[in-house]
């Protein structure tokens, strides 16, 4: 479409619109069609996965937008208001609350004292993600200092060689951010941190997805390599994998619903991702048990929720 046609055609996005154009570099690797090194497969079924959850989530959770006719499209338009406001309303629990729950040491029996807390951890895991694995002991204090360093090289070759098609699913999904919709629907008491790393639509959760599939990597190594682990010691990896996705939301620049979509697309990639089925195992469980946000959308009530749930139980 062109510019002229652009300006001479109504937009039909009602009260919701689309995020925009995501930065340069991003718009470049969001147009990547290869598999991620790690894919166990072809770039057949690499495509066929990443239209099979865009139709998913399309279907079940947001819809996508259209820029040719600047819609929205999908069987989830007409529940986006619904759920905005499920959302919105949640994350009004978190920043009315006192104290704030991101200010609260992060939940890590096994860890070295003194806990950091939730805050503490979400500033410096926003835009460098080299220091999402420095943070290893403070979940699990049996680990000596070359453990770490053994783990920080792990985690990083999970994560290039595991992430992949984040970005391309945010372009299509196009969700406007919390504090974009909080004001277009009222919530004048919004509050949020800074986040300088939320320069891309809302869904899915980079930092939620991105943390799934690099931890899962080191719990894919740890089965590889055969690894004793003890019961502590999964328990501190699977928290770590759904906290930094978690702080997104208690720090309200993502939407819990954001966080569902985000497993969704975890879970359903991990057979073509992780080489060991018990990787995916793992991940279920530390969502379902262990993931602060899952609580609170469960201890929420909203029926708009279960269905989500439910299909992340099934994922």
């Given at each position: 479409?062109?510019?002229?046609?652009?300006l001479?055609t109504?937009?039909s996005?009602?009260i919701?619109?689309?995020?925009?154009?995501?930065?340069?570099?991003n718009?470049?690797a969001?147009?990547k069609t290869?598999p991620p090194?790690d894919?166990?497969?072809?770039?057949?079924s690499?495509l066929?996965?990443?239209?099979d959850?865009?139709?998913?989530?399309?279907d079940s959770?947001w819809p996508?937008?259209?820029?040719q006719?600047?819609?929205?499209?999908g069987k989830?338009?007409?529940?986006?208001?619904?759920l905005t406001i499920a959302d919105l309303?949640?994350?009004?629990n978190?920043?009315?609350?006192?104290?704030?729950?991101?200010?609260?040491p992060?939940?890590?029996p096994a860890?070295l004292?003194p806990?950091?807390?939730?805050?503490?951890?979400f500033?410096d895991?926003?835009?460098?993600v080299?220091k999402w694995?420095?943070f290893?002991?403070?979940y699990?204090?049996s680990?000596?200092?070359?453990?770490?360093?053994?783990?920080?090289?792990?985690?990083?070759?999970?994560?290039l060689?595991?992430?992949?098609?984040?970005?391309w699913l945010?372009?299509k999904?196009q969700r406007?951010r919390p504090?974009q919709?909080a004001m277009?629907?009222?919530?004048s008491?919004?509050?949020?941190y800074?986040?300088l790393?939320?320069?891309?639509?809302s869904?899915?959760?980079?930092?939620?997805s991105q943390?799934?599939?690099?931890l899962?990597?080191?719990?894919?190594?740890?089965?590889r390599t055969?690894?004793?682990m003890t019961s502590?010691?999964w328990?501190?990896?699977?928290?770590?994998a759904?906290?930094?996705?978690?702080?997104?939301?208690l720090?309200r620049?993502?939407?819990p619903s954001d966080s569902i979509a985000?497993w969704?697309?975890?879970?359903?990639m991990?057979e073509?991702?992780?080489a060991?089925p018990?990787?995916k195992?793992?991940l279920?469980d530390?969502?379902m048990t262990?993931?602060?946000?899952?609580k609170l959308?469960?201890?929420s009530?909203g029926s708009i929720?279960?269905p989500?749930l439910d299909a992340?139980?099934?994922?």
């Amino acid at each position: 479409m062109s510019e002229k046609e652009y300006l001479s055609t109504p937009a039909s996005w009602d009260i919701f619109p689309p995020w925009g154009f995501m930065p340069q570099d991003n718009l470049a690797a969001a147009a990547k069609t290869v598999p991620p090194p790690d894919w166990i497969g072809g770039q057949s079924s690499f495509l066929k996965w990443r239209n099979d959850t865009l139709q998913f989530i399309q279907d079940s959770i947001w819809p996508v937008f259209d820029p040719q006719s600047m819609s929205w499209t999908g069987k989830s338009v007409p529940t986006m208001k619904a759920l905005t406001i499920a959302d919105l309303d949640l994350l009004r629990n978190l920043y009315t609350s006192s104290p704030d729950p991101l200010t609260l040491p992060i939940s890590a029996p096994a860890g070295l004292p003194p806990r950091p807390t939730q805050q503490a951890l979400f500033q410096d895991e926003d835009v460098m993600v080299p220091k999402w694995g420095r943070f290893f002991r403070n979940y699990d204090r049996s680990l000596s200092d070359s453990d770490v360093l053994d783990l920080l090289a792990i985690f990083k070759a999970a994560y290039l060689g595991k992430v992949n098609s984040i970005l391309w699913l945010k372009t299509k999904l196009q969700r406007p951010r919390p504090w974009q919709m909080a004001m277009i629907l009222g919530y004048s008491d919004f509050a949020c941190y800074e986040a300088l790393s939320a320069d891309t639509p809302s869904m899915v959760c980079g930092h939620c997805s991105q943390a799934l599939l690099a931890l899962g990597g080191v719990m894919e190594d740890r089965i590889r390599t055969g690894t004793s682990m003890t019961s502590a010691n999964w328990g501190a990896l699977q928290q770590l994998a759904v906290d930094i996705g978690d702080r997104r939301v208690l720090a309200r620049v993502h939407y819990p619903s954001d966080s569902i979509a985000s497993w969704i697309m975890i879970l359903k990639m991990s057979e073509f991702i992780f080489a060991y089925p018990k990787v995916k195992d793992l991940l279920k469980d530390a969502i379902m048990t262990k993931s602060i946000v899952y609580k609170l959308i469960q201890q929420s009530g909203g029926s708009i929720y279960q269905p989500m749930l439910d299909a992340v139980a099934r994922a």
